[in-house]
Structures are given as structure tokens and as C-alpha cells.
């Protein structure tokens, strides 16, 4: 009976030792440290973990369109900048866009460019037209409330402004900050991992009042992982 697993379908870890894996995961300790704790091989944590974070990639491109007061901003990931390359992207950089409700989720997109056409779409992708927008003055994020929007509200950061009475963007500039400091520990990831361990910190971040434990195995009795 100790080899039934009931979140994860075909798998040869039997679930008391697989409930082990995501609890670990849920403390956030690294792969290697996982496989030591509970005797299963590197290779099958690693798949494991894998499939937990696009479990929570799904989870997060399913939220529904945000409302409210809302964050929006592109931060930019990667290498260190290179000497005489400064501005928004620079040094090769991965840009990501985010939109985030004050006091609540945040939304996260890996994009080609930060240009009107692509912020923009998402924006009326992930953002109910009743909404408040705070932003900076980027060029982008001109036309908003031409588009529908309720108000925007704009602070300049060029001019150190980054307080305005109620407009500011300091909740999506916290989560940036939360994200790059959590990414910084892997090293020479490949876009596709970087997207499921963004994704896994926009999940956290968005759960961080909740036992991601219990919600991770809640997840997958309804839906179990199956192992490629």
C-alpha cells in the first residue's frame, strides 16, 4: 500500500516519501538537499520539481483578469550590465513585464520588447478596463486611458518622484526585487527554465499568506503530476 501514489500517476516513489519531496520544496531547499533527505536519486527530484513548477506556471496563467488599483512595470533579468550599454534592456538583458493589484497577485510575461504594442496587449489581456493603472513615464504606457481605463497615474522617476500622495509602483518594484535576489542562487539557466522559476516565484509571492504545502498536494490530488 506504501507504493500507491496518489499524486503522481506511474510513479515508482511511493507517495509518503513523494508527500516528503513537495514538502521540501514547499521549505524551498535545493534539489540536491532534497535527494540527500529522502534517498531518491538527484535525477528524479530534479523531474519531480520540474513538474511542480509547471503545475505552478499553469496555476498563475490561469488567474483571472486583475482589477482594483494596479502596478504596472518591466523589469529587466540576466548578466550583469556591460560597460557602455545603459537604458531600459541593457547588456542583452531578458525583459519581463509585470502587473500586480495592491495588497494582492502579481502577473508575470517574459516579452520580446517593452514597445506600446506588446505592454499594452497584455495589459488588456490581464486588466479590467474599471481599473486604476499606476505606472512610471514610460513611453509605453502612454494612451491608457484612451483604451478605456478608469485613470493613470504616472511617477517620474527621471526626477527622483517616486511617491505621489497614492501613486506609486512600489509593490511591483518589491516583487522585482523578491525575484531577483531569489534568482540570483541558478546559475545559467535556459529561457525555458527561467520562465518555470519565475513562474514558481509568482506563485509563491501570490500564496505567501497560505501553507504552500497543503495547497501544492490539494493541487495535485485533483490533478496528479504525470512524469515524462
Request: charged share 30%.
Amino acid at each position: 500500500m506504501d507504493r500507491v501514489n496518489r499524486y503522481c500517476h506511474r510513479s515508482h516513489i511511493s507517495e509518503r516519501v513523494f508527500r516528503l519531496i513537495v514538502k521540501y520544496f514547499a521549505m524551498d531547499l535545493e534539489a540536491t538537499k532534497i535527494a540527500e533527505l529522502t534517498g531518491v536519486s538527484r535525477n528524479s527530484v530534479n523531474r519531480i520539481l520540474k513538474a511542480l513548477r509547471k503545475r505552478m506556471a499553469e496555476k498563475c496563467e490561469s488567474e483571472s483578469p486583475f482589477s482594483g488599483e494596479i502596478e504596472v512595470d518591466e523589469s529587466y533579468f540576466g548578466a550583469k550590465r556591460v560597460r557602455g550599454k545603459r537604458g531600459r534592456g541593457a547588456g542583452g538583458k531578458t525583459p519581463v513585464f509585470g502587473v500586480l493589484k495592491r495588497q494582492g497577485k502579481v502577473y508575470t510575461q517574459i516579452v520580446q520588447d517593452c514597445s506600446r504594442k506588446t505592454l499594452q496587449a497584455i495589459i488588456r489581456g490581464k486588466v479590467s478596463l474599471n481599473s486604476i493603472i499606476h505606472s512610471d513615464r514610460f513611453r509605453s504606457y502612454d494612451g491608457l486611458v484612451d483604451l478605456g481605463y478608469r485613470r493613470h497615474y504616472r511617477v517620474n522617476h527621471g526626477r527622483d518622484e517616486f511617491v505621489t500622495r497614492k501613486s506609486h509602483i512600489n509593490g511591483i518594484e518589491n516583487f522585482w526585487g523578491i525575484a531577483k535576489m531569489r534568482l540570483s542562487k541558478f546559475r545559467g539557466m535556459s529561457k525555458s527554465t527561467f520562465y518555470l522559476h519565475l513562474k514558481e516565484t509568482e506563485f509563491r509571492f501570490n500564496h505567501r499568506n497560505e501553507d504552500v504545502y497543503k495547497l501544492l498536494l490539494l493541487m495535485l490530488r485533483s490533478n496528479p503530476l504525470k512524469l515524462s
